[in-house]
Protein backbone atom coordinates (compact mmCIF):
# COMPACT_ATOMS: atom_id res chain seq x y z
CA UNK A 1 0.00 0.00 0.00
CA UNK A 2 1.56 3.42 -1.10
CA UNK A 3 2.66 5.45 2.42
CA UNK A 4 -0.24 7.76 3.46
CA UNK A 5 -0.20 9.66 6.53
CA UNK A 6 -2.36 7.97 8.81
CA UNK A 7 -4.92 10.55 8.89
CA UNK A 8 -8.59 9.74 10.19
CA UNK A 9 -10.49 8.15 7.21
CA UNK A 10 -7.51 6.96 5.57
CA UNK A 11 -7.43 3.08 4.21
CA UNK A 12 -4.61 2.04 7.25
CA UNK A 13 -3.01 -1.41 6.72
CA UNK A 14 -2.90 -3.08 10.22
CA UNK A 15 -0.86 -6.28 10.48
CA UNK A 16 -1.08 -7.74 14.48
CA UNK A 17 -4.22 -8.23 16.03
CA UNK A 18 -2.83 -5.98 19.22
CA UNK A 19 -2.94 -3.02 16.96
CA UNK A 20 -6.06 -4.05 15.85
CA UNK A 21 -7.95 -4.41 19.25
CA UNK A 22 -6.13 -0.96 20.37
CA UNK A 23 -7.74 0.83 17.25
CA UNK A 24 -11.43 -1.11 17.93
CA UNK A 25 -11.16 -1.50 21.50
CA UNK A 26 -14.25 0.17 23.23
CA UNK A 27 -13.45 0.55 27.11
CA UNK A 28 -16.77 -0.30 29.52
CA UNK A 29 -15.47 -0.77 32.74
CA UNK A 30 -17.36 -3.05 34.99
CA UNK A 31 -17.05 -5.53 37.86
CA UNK A 32 -19.34 -8.38 37.59
CA UNK A 33 -17.93 -11.62 39.35
CA UNK A 34 -20.10 -15.02 38.29
CA UNK A 35 -20.31 -18.29 40.26
CA UNK A 36 -21.27 -21.08 37.29
CA UNK A 37 -22.59 -23.76 39.33
CA UNK A 38 -25.48 -27.13 38.74
CA UNK A 39 -27.19 -26.18 42.22
CA UNK A 40 -27.34 -27.73 45.16
CA UNK A 41 -24.69 -25.15 46.64
CA UNK A 42 -22.55 -26.21 50.05
CA UNK A 43 -19.84 -24.52 51.61
CA UNK A 44 -17.86 -24.51 48.88
CA UNK A 45 -20.34 -23.04 46.40
CA UNK A 46 -20.76 -20.32 49.14
CA UNK A 47 -17.26 -19.71 49.40
CA UNK A 48 -16.76 -18.77 45.75
CA UNK A 49 -19.91 -16.50 46.53
CA UNK A 50 -18.96 -14.88 48.99
CA UNK A 51 -15.10 -14.14 47.31
CA UNK A 52 -16.86 -12.66 44.45
CA UNK A 53 -18.79 -10.10 46.76
CA UNK A 54 -16.01 -9.15 48.16
CA UNK A 55 -13.98 -8.22 44.85
CA UNK A 56 -17.26 -7.02 42.77
CA UNK A 57 -19.90 -4.55 42.25
CA UNK A 58 -22.33 -7.36 40.98
CA UNK A 59 -22.51 -11.11 41.22
CA UNK A 60 -24.05 -13.83 39.32
CA UNK A 61 -24.56 -17.15 40.42
CA UNK A 62 -25.94 -19.41 37.63
CA UNK A 63 -27.57 -22.79 38.95
CA UNK A 64 -27.93 -24.69 35.11
CA UNK A 65 -27.45 -28.55 35.71
CA UNK A 66 -25.82 -29.07 32.50
CA UNK A 67 -26.95 -31.81 29.95
CA UNK A 68 -24.30 -31.68 27.83
CA UNK A 69 -21.66 -32.48 30.48
CA UNK A 70 -23.18 -35.78 31.55
CA UNK A 71 -22.56 -39.24 29.53
CA UNK A 72 -25.48 -41.52 28.81
CA UNK A 73 -24.78 -43.66 31.86
CA UNK A 74 -24.44 -40.69 33.99
CA UNK A 75 -26.08 -39.11 37.31
CA UNK A 76 -28.05 -36.71 35.33
CA UNK A 77 -31.56 -37.56 36.22
CA UNK A 78 -30.71 -38.00 39.88
CA UNK A 79 -28.67 -35.24 40.07
CA UNK A 80 -29.80 -33.44 43.52
CA UNK A 81 -32.15 -30.23 42.17
CA UNK A 82 -32.42 -27.73 45.52
CA UNK A 83 -32.98 -24.55 44.16
CA UNK A 84 -35.46 -23.01 47.05
CA UNK A 85 -32.45 -24.41 49.54
CA UNK A 86 -29.76 -23.19 47.05
CA UNK A 87 -31.71 -19.42 47.30
CA UNK A 88 -31.75 -19.93 50.65
CA UNK A 89 -28.24 -20.37 51.13
CA UNK A 90 -27.52 -17.32 48.59
CA UNK A 91 -29.55 -14.86 50.41
CA UNK A 92 -28.26 -15.97 54.12
CA UNK A 93 -24.75 -14.99 52.79
CA UNK A 94 -25.75 -12.17 51.21
CA UNK A 95 -27.59 -10.11 54.03
CA UNK A 96 -24.80 -11.53 56.47
CA UNK A 97 -22.04 -9.98 54.21
CA UNK A 98 -22.96 -7.24 51.00
CA UNK A 99 -26.79 -5.87 51.10
CA UNK A 100 -24.79 -3.20 49.35
CA UNK A 101 -24.00 -5.29 46.37
CA UNK A 102 -25.90 -6.64 43.86
CA UNK A 103 -26.67 -10.39 43.79
CA UNK A 104 -28.44 -11.82 40.75
CA UNK A 105 -29.38 -15.61 40.86
CA UNK A 106 -29.42 -16.81 37.32
CA UNK A 107 -31.45 -20.14 37.32
CA UNK A 108 -32.72 -20.81 33.36
CA UNK A 109 -35.93 -22.31 33.90
CA UNK A 110 -35.59 -24.87 30.78
CA UNK A 111 -32.88 -26.59 29.24
CA UNK A 112 -33.78 -24.67 26.23
CA UNK A 113 -32.65 -21.65 27.33
CA UNK A 114 -28.82 -22.32 27.13
CA UNK A 115 -29.74 -24.93 24.57
CA UNK A 116 -32.32 -23.67 21.67
CA UNK A 117 -33.74 -26.07 19.99
CA UNK A 118 -31.72 -26.83 16.72
CA UNK A 119 -28.39 -26.14 18.78
CA UNK A 120 -25.47 -27.58 17.00
CA UNK A 121 -21.81 -26.55 18.48
CA UNK A 122 -19.57 -27.94 20.37
CA UNK A 123 -16.19 -25.96 21.48
CA UNK A 124 -13.21 -29.13 22.18
CA UNK A 125 -10.51 -27.81 24.13
CA UNK A 126 -7.92 -30.07 22.61
CA UNK A 127 -5.56 -32.63 23.87
CA UNK A 128 -5.96 -30.95 27.55
CA UNK A 129 -9.71 -32.69 27.41
CA UNK A 130 -8.85 -36.27 26.59
CA UNK A 131 -6.64 -36.69 29.56
CA UNK A 132 -7.86 -37.92 33.13
CA UNK A 133 -11.27 -36.94 33.11
CA UNK A 134 -11.80 -36.60 29.61
CA UNK A 135 -10.78 -40.71 29.70
CA UNK A 136 -13.65 -41.66 31.96
CA UNK A 137 -15.82 -39.13 31.02
CA UNK A 138 -15.76 -38.87 27.21
CA UNK A 139 -17.52 -35.83 25.67
CA UNK A 140 -17.32 -34.21 29.23
CA UNK A 141 -15.31 -31.42 28.98
CA UNK A 142 -16.80 -30.41 25.62
CA UNK A 143 -20.12 -30.22 27.64
CA UNK A 144 -18.54 -28.27 29.76
CA UNK A 145 -16.16 -25.54 27.38
CA UNK A 146 -19.88 -25.15 25.84
CA UNK A 147 -21.93 -24.50 28.44
CA UNK A 148 -19.38 -22.10 30.15
CA UNK A 149 -18.85 -20.09 27.06
CA UNK A 150 -22.71 -20.13 26.97
CA UNK A 151 -23.08 -18.79 30.30
CA UNK A 152 -19.87 -16.66 30.12
CA UNK A 153 -21.42 -14.70 26.71
CA UNK A 154 -24.78 -14.66 28.43
CA UNK A 155 -23.41 -13.22 31.39
CA UNK A 156 -20.29 -11.48 30.50
CA UNK A 157 -18.58 -11.36 33.78
CA UNK A 158 -15.15 -9.50 34.12
CA UNK A 159 -14.17 -12.14 36.17
CA UNK A 160 -15.99 -15.59 36.79
CA UNK A 161 -14.74 -18.23 40.23
CA UNK A 162 -14.21 -22.20 40.15
CA UNK A 163 -13.66 -23.99 42.90
CA UNK A 164 -10.06 -25.73 42.42
CA UNK A 165 -11.30 -29.22 43.27
CA UNK A 166 -12.23 -29.84 39.73
CA UNK A 167 -8.88 -28.29 38.41
CA UNK A 168 -8.66 -30.50 35.60
CA UNK A 169 -11.85 -28.16 34.48
CA UNK A 170 -10.74 -25.06 35.97
CA UNK A 171 -7.66 -26.06 32.91
CA UNK A 172 -9.64 -26.53 30.38
CA UNK A 173 -12.18 -22.98 31.33
CA UNK A 174 -8.96 -21.44 31.14
CA UNK A 175 -7.62 -22.61 27.95
CA UNK A 176 -11.47 -21.90 26.53
CA UNK A 177 -11.13 -18.88 28.04
CA UNK A 178 -7.96 -17.49 26.39
CA UNK A 179 -8.06 -19.29 23.26
CA UNK A 180 -11.44 -17.46 22.20
CA UNK A 181 -10.62 -13.87 22.99
CA UNK A 182 -12.72 -13.73 26.16
CA UNK A 183 -11.87 -10.95 28.15
CA UNK A 184 -12.87 -12.52 31.62
CA UNK A 185 -10.56 -13.56 34.54
CA UNK A 186 -10.45 -17.28 35.73
CA UNK A 187 -10.04 -17.60 39.10
CA UNK A 188 -9.45 -20.76 40.79
CA UNK A 189 -10.48 -21.04 44.75
CA UNK A 190 -9.39 -23.21 47.17
CA UNK A 191 -10.61 -26.91 47.73
CA UNK A 192 -12.96 -26.80 50.53
CA UNK A 193 -13.06 -29.46 53.04
CA UNK A 194 -15.17 -30.98 55.76
CA UNK A 195 -13.96 -31.51 59.14
CA UNK A 196 -12.53 -34.69 58.72
CA UNK A 197 -10.41 -33.72 55.29
CA UNK A 198 -13.03 -35.02 52.97
CA UNK A 199 -13.55 -32.67 50.05
CA UNK A 200 -16.52 -31.15 49.74
CA UNK A 201 -18.56 -31.98 46.93
CA UNK A 202 -22.73 -32.53 45.46
CA UNK A 203 -21.84 -35.96 45.34
CA UNK A 204 -20.70 -37.03 48.14
CA UNK A 205 -24.56 -37.07 49.84
CA UNK A 206 -24.60 -40.40 47.35
CA UNK A 207 -22.29 -41.98 50.00
CA UNK A 208 -23.53 -44.50 52.38
CA UNK A 209 -22.01 -44.23 56.08
CA UNK A 210 -19.09 -46.96 55.26
CA UNK A 211 -18.69 -45.40 52.22
CA UNK A 212 -18.26 -41.87 53.17
CA UNK A 213 -15.86 -43.57 56.15
CA UNK A 214 -13.39 -45.21 52.66
CA UNK A 215 -13.76 -41.70 51.03
CA UNK A 216 -11.39 -40.52 53.80
CA UNK A 217 -8.26 -42.51 51.73
CA UNK A 218 -8.26 -40.23 48.80
CA UNK A 219 -7.51 -37.06 50.52
CA UNK A 220 -5.08 -39.50 52.79
CA UNK A 221 -3.18 -40.46 49.95
CA UNK A 222 -2.80 -37.49 48.46
CA UNK A 223 -0.92 -35.95 51.31
CA UNK A 224 0.64 -39.14 51.91
CA UNK A 225 1.92 -39.28 48.30
CA UNK A 226 2.86 -35.33 48.58
CA UNK A 227 4.93 -36.29 51.88
CA UNK A 228 6.80 -38.99 49.63
CA UNK A 229 7.54 -36.33 46.90
CA UNK A 230 8.88 -33.64 48.83
CA UNK A 231 11.19 -35.53 51.31
CA UNK A 232 11.98 -38.60 49.00
CA UNK A 233 15.05 -37.80 46.80
CA UNK A 234 14.46 -40.89 44.48
CA UNK A 235 12.02 -40.05 41.73
CA UNK A 236 11.26 -43.99 40.75
CA UNK A 237 10.40 -44.62 44.63
CA UNK A 238 7.74 -42.30 44.62
CA UNK A 239 5.97 -43.57 41.00
CA UNK A 240 6.76 -46.97 42.41
CA UNK A 241 4.49 -45.82 45.64
CA UNK A 242 1.22 -44.34 43.36
CA UNK A 243 1.68 -47.67 41.11
CA UNK A 244 1.71 -49.65 44.10
CA UNK A 245 -1.48 -47.88 46.02
CA UNK A 246 -3.52 -48.29 42.87
CA UNK A 247 -2.98 -51.89 42.63
CA UNK A 248 -3.55 -52.67 45.67
CA UNK A 249 -6.91 -51.05 45.79
CA UNK A 250 -9.24 -51.18 42.50
CA UNK A 251 -11.30 -47.48 43.83
CA UNK A 252 -9.37 -46.03 42.16
CA UNK A 253 -9.44 -44.82 38.77
CA UNK A 254 -6.12 -42.92 38.68
CA UNK A 255 -3.60 -41.51 41.09
CA UNK A 256 -0.98 -39.35 38.79
CA UNK A 257 1.35 -36.51 39.26
CA UNK A 258 1.34 -34.65 36.58
CA UNK A 259 2.58 -30.71 35.15
CA UNK A 260 -0.22 -28.31 36.87
CA UNK A 261 -0.84 -26.28 33.38
CA UNK A 262 -0.85 -29.01 30.36
CA UNK A 263 -1.57 -32.03 32.85
CA UNK A 264 0.80 -34.21 31.46
CA UNK A 265 2.12 -36.84 33.34
CA UNK A 266 5.53 -36.12 34.74
CA UNK A 267 8.44 -38.40 35.04
CA UNK A 268 10.28 -36.29 37.31
CA UNK A 269 9.61 -33.78 40.17
CA UNK A 270 8.87 -30.09 38.71
CA UNK A 271 8.44 -27.16 40.17
CA UNK A 272 4.57 -26.80 39.42
CA UNK A 273 3.16 -30.09 39.77
CA UNK A 274 -0.10 -31.50 40.95
CA UNK A 275 -1.41 -34.68 42.06
CA UNK A 276 -4.61 -36.01 40.72
CA UNK A 277 -6.59 -38.72 41.89
CA UNK A 278 -10.40 -40.49 41.41
CA UNK A 279 -11.53 -43.02 43.46
CA UNK A 280 -14.85 -44.77 43.57
CA UNK A 281 -16.87 -45.33 46.20
CA UNK A 282 -20.34 -47.05 46.25
CA UNK A 283 -20.20 -46.26 42.37
CA UNK A 284 -19.83 -42.53 43.23
CA UNK A 285 -16.94 -41.05 41.52
CA UNK A 286 -15.21 -38.70 44.07
CA UNK A 287 -12.63 -36.32 42.54
CA UNK A 288 -9.64 -34.39 44.48
CA UNK A 289 -5.90 -32.77 44.07
CA UNK A 290 -3.35 -31.30 45.89
CA UNK A 291 -0.94 -28.70 44.20
CA UNK A 292 2.92 -29.44 44.87
CA UNK A 293 4.99 -26.14 44.83
CA UNK A 294 8.37 -27.48 45.10
CA UNK A 295 11.89 -25.60 44.97
CA UNK A 296 14.12 -27.69 43.09
CA UNK A 297 17.77 -27.90 43.66
CA UNK A 298 20.22 -28.51 40.92
CA UNK B 1 -37.03 -17.42 46.81
CA UNK B 2 -39.58 -14.80 49.30
CA UNK B 3 -41.23 -12.36 47.66
CA UNK B 4 -39.41 -8.94 47.01
CA UNK B 5 -39.92 -5.73 45.94
CA UNK B 6 -37.55 -5.56 42.76
CA UNK B 7 -35.75 -2.17 44.07
CA UNK B 8 -32.02 -1.98 42.87
CA UNK B 9 -29.72 -3.96 45.26
CA UNK B 10 -32.02 -6.73 46.00
CA UNK B 11 -31.31 -10.26 45.06
CA UNK B 12 -33.51 -11.01 41.67
CA UNK B 13 -34.33 -14.78 40.35
CA UNK B 14 -34.43 -14.58 36.78
CA UNK B 15 -35.28 -17.49 34.90
CA UNK B 16 -35.27 -16.81 30.97
CA UNK B 17 -31.86 -15.56 28.70
CA UNK B 18 -33.64 -12.61 27.48
CA UNK B 19 -34.90 -11.45 30.92
CA UNK B 20 -31.27 -11.78 32.09
CA UNK B 21 -29.96 -10.30 28.70
CA UNK B 22 -32.07 -7.47 28.67
CA UNK B 23 -30.38 -6.55 31.95
CA UNK B 24 -26.97 -7.36 31.16
CA UNK B 25 -27.38 -5.27 27.84
CA UNK B 26 -24.90 -2.24 27.32
CA UNK B 27 -25.78 -0.71 24.27
CA UNK B 28 -23.04 0.67 21.89
CA UNK B 29 -24.31 1.88 18.87
CA UNK B 30 -21.68 0.97 15.93
CA UNK B 31 -21.82 0.40 12.14
CA UNK B 32 -18.58 -1.98 11.32
CA UNK B 33 -19.25 -4.39 8.27
CA UNK B 34 -16.65 -7.54 7.99
CA UNK B 35 -15.47 -8.63 4.39
CA UNK B 36 -13.15 -11.64 5.67
CA UNK B 37 -11.22 -13.11 3.09
CA UNK B 38 -7.83 -15.09 2.00
CA UNK B 39 -6.84 -12.21 -0.79
CA UNK B 40 -6.00 -12.65 -3.91
CA UNK B 41 -9.25 -10.21 -4.02
CA UNK B 42 -11.65 -10.63 -7.19
CA UNK B 43 -14.48 -8.94 -8.37
CA UNK B 44 -16.35 -11.40 -5.87
CA UNK B 45 -14.89 -10.19 -3.31
CA UNK B 46 -14.91 -5.99 -4.26
CA UNK B 47 -18.67 -6.87 -4.49
CA UNK B 48 -18.79 -7.41 -1.00
CA UNK B 49 -16.63 -4.73 -0.13
CA UNK B 50 -18.81 -2.31 -1.84
CA UNK B 51 -22.09 -3.29 -0.43
CA UNK B 52 -20.04 -2.82 2.79
CA UNK B 53 -19.14 0.16 2.10
CA UNK B 54 -22.98 1.40 1.51
CA UNK B 55 -24.32 0.03 4.41
CA UNK B 56 -21.72 0.76 7.20
CA UNK B 57 -19.17 3.86 8.60
CA UNK B 58 -16.21 1.47 8.69
CA UNK B 59 -15.19 -1.71 6.58
CA UNK B 60 -12.95 -3.86 7.53
CA UNK B 61 -11.19 -6.47 4.88
CA UNK B 62 -9.37 -9.21 6.62
CA UNK B 63 -6.43 -11.13 4.46
CA UNK B 64 -6.04 -14.37 6.23
CA UNK B 65 -5.18 -17.95 4.54
CA UNK B 66 -6.33 -19.65 7.42
CA UNK B 67 -4.57 -23.25 7.52
CA UNK B 68 -6.93 -24.90 9.77
CA UNK B 69 -9.24 -25.02 6.53
CA UNK B 70 -7.17 -26.78 4.41
CA UNK B 71 -6.37 -30.52 4.60
CA UNK B 72 -3.28 -32.01 4.39
CA UNK B 73 -3.10 -33.16 0.76
CA UNK B 74 -4.80 -29.58 0.18
CA UNK B 75 -3.50 -25.96 -2.06
CA UNK B 76 -2.49 -24.17 1.61
CA UNK B 77 1.24 -23.18 -0.14
CA UNK B 78 0.97 -22.71 -3.40
CA UNK B 79 -2.84 -20.88 -2.78
CA UNK B 80 -2.04 -17.21 -4.30
CA UNK B 81 -0.89 -14.94 -1.77
CA UNK B 82 -1.31 -11.22 -3.68
CA UNK B 83 -0.97 -8.75 -1.09
CA UNK B 84 0.31 -5.60 -2.62
CA UNK B 85 -2.56 -6.21 -5.85
CA UNK B 86 -4.69 -6.66 -3.27
CA UNK B 87 -4.77 -3.53 -1.51
CA UNK B 88 -4.33 -1.56 -4.96
CA UNK B 89 -7.94 -3.40 -5.74
CA UNK B 90 -9.39 -2.07 -2.21
CA UNK B 91 -7.74 0.99 -2.63
CA UNK B 92 -9.24 1.90 -5.65
CA UNK B 93 -12.44 0.77 -5.06
CA UNK B 94 -12.61 3.02 -1.96
CA UNK B 95 -11.87 5.93 -3.76
CA UNK B 96 -14.15 5.42 -6.54
CA UNK B 97 -17.00 5.03 -4.19
CA UNK B 98 -16.58 6.01 -0.52
CA UNK B 99 -13.69 8.38 0.77
CA UNK B 100 -15.88 9.60 3.15
CA UNK B 101 -15.74 6.16 4.71
CA UNK B 102 -13.64 4.35 6.95
CA UNK B 103 -11.71 1.25 5.43
CA UNK B 104 -9.62 -0.84 7.49
CA UNK B 105 -7.37 -3.91 5.97
CA UNK B 106 -6.50 -6.53 8.77
CA UNK B 107 -3.85 -8.79 7.11
CA UNK B 108 -2.31 -10.54 10.20
CA UNK B 109 1.39 -10.59 9.45
CA UNK B 110 2.12 -14.48 10.53
CA UNK B 111 -0.22 -17.24 11.73
CA UNK B 112 0.71 -16.91 15.27
CA UNK B 113 -1.69 -13.42 15.39
CA UNK B 114 -4.57 -15.40 14.78
CA UNK B 115 -3.05 -18.87 16.37
CA UNK B 116 -0.94 -17.80 19.31
CA UNK B 117 1.78 -21.13 20.41
CA UNK B 118 -0.32 -23.73 22.64
CA UNK B 119 -3.65 -22.94 20.64
CA UNK B 120 -6.00 -25.71 21.42
CA UNK B 121 -9.43 -24.72 20.80
CA UNK B 122 -12.00 -25.84 17.96
CA UNK B 123 -15.55 -24.98 16.82
CA UNK B 124 -17.68 -27.71 15.46
CA UNK B 125 -20.91 -26.92 14.22
CA UNK B 126 -22.64 -30.46 13.71
CA UNK B 127 -24.23 -32.06 11.14
CA UNK B 128 -24.44 -29.33 8.94
CA UNK B 129 -20.32 -29.31 8.78
CA UNK B 130 -20.03 -33.12 7.96
CA UNK B 131 -22.56 -33.09 4.74
CA UNK B 132 -21.16 -32.37 1.05
CA UNK B 133 -17.87 -29.87 1.56
CA UNK B 134 -17.61 -31.57 4.63
CA UNK B 135 -17.23 -34.84 3.47
CA UNK B 136 -15.23 -34.36 0.86
CA UNK B 137 -12.54 -32.11 2.91
CA UNK B 138 -13.09 -33.68 7.07
CA UNK B 139 -11.80 -31.00 9.20
CA UNK B 140 -12.57 -27.87 7.06
CA UNK B 141 -15.40 -26.48 8.34
CA UNK B 142 -14.02 -26.85 11.65
CA UNK B 143 -11.31 -24.55 10.65
CA UNK B 144 -13.65 -22.36 8.79
CA UNK B 145 -16.15 -22.40 11.89
CA UNK B 146 -12.98 -21.36 14.10
CA UNK B 147 -10.88 -18.59 12.03
CA UNK B 148 -14.31 -16.62 11.51
CA UNK B 149 -14.95 -16.75 15.33
CA UNK B 150 -11.48 -15.65 15.95
CA UNK B 151 -12.26 -12.63 13.39
CA UNK B 152 -15.54 -12.17 14.63
CA UNK B 153 -13.93 -11.66 17.99
CA UNK B 154 -11.22 -9.60 17.11
CA UNK B 155 -13.33 -7.00 14.54
CA UNK B 156 -16.49 -7.26 16.40
CA UNK B 157 -18.62 -6.33 13.33
CA UNK B 158 -21.82 -5.83 13.46
CA UNK B 159 -22.05 -7.02 9.96
CA UNK B 160 -20.17 -9.58 8.05
CA UNK B 161 -20.79 -10.01 4.50
CA UNK B 162 -20.15 -13.41 2.44
CA UNK B 163 -20.32 -14.90 -0.82
CA UNK B 164 -22.95 -17.20 -1.56
CA UNK B 165 -20.51 -19.66 -3.66
CA UNK B 166 -19.71 -21.31 -0.95
CA UNK B 167 -23.23 -21.00 -0.26
CA UNK B 168 -22.95 -24.14 2.90
CA UNK B 169 -19.58 -22.22 4.55
CA UNK B 170 -22.17 -19.31 5.04
CA UNK B 171 -24.83 -21.61 6.30
CA UNK B 172 -22.30 -23.05 8.33
CA UNK B 173 -21.29 -19.66 9.76
CA UNK B 174 -24.79 -18.29 10.52
CA UNK B 175 -25.09 -21.52 12.99
CA UNK B 176 -22.07 -20.95 14.48
CA UNK B 177 -23.38 -17.64 15.10
CA UNK B 178 -26.64 -18.20 16.40
CA UNK B 179 -25.59 -20.77 18.72
CA UNK B 180 -22.43 -18.60 20.31
CA UNK B 181 -24.85 -15.71 20.79
CA UNK B 182 -22.70 -13.16 18.57
CA UNK B 183 -24.13 -10.48 18.03
CA UNK B 184 -23.49 -10.12 13.66
CA UNK B 185 -25.71 -9.81 11.01
CA UNK B 186 -24.21 -12.83 8.45
CA UNK B 187 -24.98 -11.03 5.28
CA UNK B 188 -24.98 -13.85 1.81
CA UNK B 189 -24.14 -11.95 -0.62
CA UNK B 190 -25.18 -12.96 -4.99
CA UNK B 191 -22.71 -15.05 -6.99
CA UNK B 192 -21.06 -12.90 -9.22
CA UNK B 193 -20.11 -14.89 -12.63
CA UNK B 194 -17.36 -14.24 -15.55
CA UNK B 195 -19.08 -13.10 -18.55
CA UNK B 196 -19.58 -16.68 -19.89
CA UNK B 197 -21.47 -17.77 -16.39
CA UNK B 198 -18.14 -19.22 -14.83
CA UNK B 199 -18.73 -18.75 -10.86
CA UNK B 200 -15.88 -16.23 -9.75
CA UNK B 201 -12.77 -17.90 -7.38
CA UNK B 202 -9.13 -17.45 -6.86
CA UNK B 203 -8.97 -21.24 -7.82
CA UNK B 204 -10.05 -19.96 -11.50
CA UNK B 205 -6.28 -19.19 -12.46
CA UNK B 206 -5.48 -22.76 -10.98
CA UNK B 207 -6.92 -24.27 -14.88
CA UNK B 208 -5.46 -24.63 -18.33
CA UNK B 209 -7.44 -23.35 -21.08
CA UNK B 210 -8.90 -26.33 -21.89
CA UNK B 211 -10.35 -26.91 -18.21
CA UNK B 212 -11.76 -23.43 -18.30
CA UNK B 213 -13.84 -24.63 -20.85
CA UNK B 214 -14.88 -27.95 -19.77
CA UNK B 215 -15.34 -25.42 -16.29
CA UNK B 216 -18.80 -24.16 -18.29
CA UNK B 217 -20.46 -27.70 -18.06
CA UNK B 218 -21.04 -26.82 -14.07
CA UNK B 219 -23.34 -23.63 -14.06
CA UNK B 220 -24.59 -25.11 -17.37
CA UNK B 221 -26.06 -27.63 -15.78
CA UNK B 222 -26.85 -26.07 -12.73
CA UNK B 223 -29.25 -23.93 -14.81
CA UNK B 224 -30.38 -27.31 -16.75
CA UNK B 225 -31.12 -28.70 -13.66
CA UNK B 226 -33.25 -25.96 -12.67
CA UNK B 227 -35.02 -25.69 -15.43
CA UNK B 228 -35.95 -29.01 -15.10
CA UNK B 229 -37.17 -29.10 -11.47
CA UNK B 230 -39.14 -26.38 -12.25
CA UNK B 231 -41.18 -27.45 -15.20
CA UNK B 232 -41.72 -30.88 -14.60
CA UNK B 233 -43.72 -32.47 -12.42
CA UNK B 234 -42.40 -35.48 -11.72
CA UNK B 235 -39.56 -35.54 -8.95
CA UNK B 236 -38.40 -39.00 -10.01
CA UNK B 237 -37.37 -37.13 -13.15
CA UNK B 238 -36.03 -34.41 -12.00
CA UNK B 239 -33.56 -37.18 -9.86
CA UNK B 240 -32.72 -39.04 -12.68
CA UNK B 241 -31.48 -36.48 -14.28
CA UNK B 242 -29.08 -35.43 -11.54
CA UNK B 243 -28.02 -39.52 -11.42
CA UNK B 244 -27.44 -39.70 -14.84
CA UNK B 245 -25.51 -36.66 -15.28
CA UNK B 246 -22.99 -37.66 -12.34
CA UNK B 247 -23.22 -41.02 -13.98
CA UNK B 248 -21.61 -39.91 -17.17
CA UNK B 249 -19.01 -37.46 -16.12
CA UNK B 250 -16.84 -37.96 -13.30
CA UNK B 251 -15.48 -34.65 -12.94
CA UNK B 252 -18.51 -34.19 -10.59
CA UNK B 253 -17.93 -34.94 -7.03
CA UNK B 254 -21.29 -34.37 -6.32
CA UNK B 255 -24.95 -33.04 -7.02
CA UNK B 256 -27.54 -32.49 -5.18
CA UNK B 257 -31.12 -30.66 -4.40
CA UNK B 258 -31.25 -30.27 -0.91
CA UNK B 259 -33.19 -27.76 1.66
CA UNK B 260 -31.12 -24.44 2.13
CA UNK B 261 -31.40 -24.29 6.03
CA UNK B 262 -30.29 -28.10 6.90
CA UNK B 263 -28.53 -28.79 3.94
CA UNK B 264 -29.94 -32.34 3.92
CA UNK B 265 -30.88 -34.04 0.63
CA UNK B 266 -34.24 -33.23 -0.84
CA UNK B 267 -36.50 -36.18 -1.76
CA UNK B 268 -39.33 -33.84 -3.91
CA UNK B 269 -39.92 -30.16 -4.16
CA UNK B 270 -39.78 -27.69 -2.06
CA UNK B 271 -40.53 -23.92 -1.42
CA UNK B 272 -36.51 -23.21 -0.28
CA UNK B 273 -34.30 -25.74 -1.93
CA UNK B 274 -31.08 -25.25 -3.67
CA UNK B 275 -28.98 -26.86 -6.04
CA UNK B 276 -25.08 -27.74 -4.96
CA UNK B 277 -22.54 -29.05 -7.55
CA UNK B 278 -18.87 -29.52 -7.06
CA UNK B 279 -17.05 -30.09 -10.10
CA UNK B 280 -13.45 -31.08 -10.28
CA UNK B 281 -11.15 -29.93 -13.47
CA UNK B 282 -7.75 -30.59 -13.85
CA UNK B 283 -7.49 -31.14 -10.09
CA UNK B 284 -9.19 -28.40 -8.79
CA UNK B 285 -12.58 -28.73 -7.29
CA UNK B 286 -14.77 -25.80 -8.62
CA UNK B 287 -18.09 -25.13 -6.23
CA UNK B 288 -21.24 -23.32 -7.55
CA UNK B 289 -24.81 -23.60 -6.70
CA UNK B 290 -28.53 -22.15 -7.38
CA UNK B 291 -31.11 -21.40 -5.13
CA UNK B 292 -34.64 -22.27 -6.26
CA UNK B 293 -37.74 -20.92 -4.77
CA UNK B 294 -40.69 -22.30 -5.64
CA UNK B 295 -44.22 -22.28 -5.26
CA UNK B 296 -45.79 -25.65 -4.14
CA UNK B 297 -49.35 -26.14 -5.28
CA UNK B 298 -51.51 -28.74 -3.29
Known amino acids: MPQLPLLPRLP?????????????????SHSVGLVATMGNLHAGHISLVEKSFQENEHTIVTIFVNPKQFGPKEDFAKYPRTLSEDEEKLMASWKRLTPSKNLI????????????????????????????EGTHRP?????????????????????????????????????????????????????????????LSSRNQYLTTEGRKQSLVLPQTLNLAAKILIEEDNFENFSAFLEKTKENDDRWEYLAY????????LK????????????????????????????IKN
Open 12 to 28: QLIETKEEFLRWRQSLI
Open 105 to 132: IFAPKTTEEIYPPKFLTTISVGKISKLW
Open 268 to 295: QKQPNGILLGVYKVDGTRLLDNLLITLT
Open 139 to 199: GHFEGVATVVYLLFQIIKPSIAYFGAKDFQQVQVIKKMTTDLLLDIKIMACPIVRDHDGLA
Open 258 to 265: CDSETLIN
